[in-house]
């Protein structure tokens, strides 16, 4: 029984893996879709923390901009949410109020 609870356990953390793994993923398409930086966007949310290897790992899956299709700021605040990323929420929540400030503001 052990083997069995075991296996369960184990798929049961590798489907959280995944789902965290979608989560970057949009995090990073949705930097990659605005023009920012997803690792710098990170390092201000989490300064303490010097390389996030599975940021780097999903870097590579992004698309450009115009292969990629739109993700709206409250999607990408909802998953962050969902996975309790709030310090990476606020950080997204800055750039997009700077965003807004420069469409708003242009060439200031």
Same mark, same amino acid.
């Given at each position: 029984?052990?083997?069995?609870?075991?296996?369960?356990?184990?798929?049961?953390?590798?489907?959280?893996?995944?789902?965290?793994?979608?989560?970057?993923?949009?995090?990073?398409?949705?930097?990659?879709?605005?023009?920012?930086?997803?690792?710098?966007?990170?390092?201000?949310?989490?300064?303490?923390?010097?390389?996030?290897?599975? /940021?780097?790992? *999903? $870097?590579? @899956?992004?698309?450009?901009?115009?292969? =990629?299709?739109?993700?709206? #700021?409250?999607? /990408?605040?909802? *998953? $962050?949410? @969902?996975?309790?990323?709030?310090?990476? =929420?606020?950080?997204?929540? #800055?750039?997009?109020?700077?965003?807004?400030?420069?469409?708003?503001?242009?060439?200031?």
């Amino acid at each position: 029984m052990e083997s069995a609870d075991k296996s369960v356990e184990e798929r049961i953390v590798e489907s959280y893996r995944q789902d965290e793994d979608m989560m970057i993923l949009v995090f990073a398409q949705w930097c990659v879709n605005h023009g920012l930086d997803p690792a710098e966007l990170y390092r201000k949310a989490y300064p303490d923390q010097l390389v996030n290897e599975r /940021l780097a790992r *999903v $870097l590579e @899956l992004t698309v450009s901009r115009e292969e =990629a299709g739109d993700i709206p #700021d409250q999607t /990408l605040l909802g *998953v $962050l949410s @969902l996975f309790g990323n709030d310090d990476l =929420a606020i950080t997204v929540v #800055d750039a997009i109020t700077e965003r807004d400030q420069a469409k708003r503001h242009p060439g200031e």
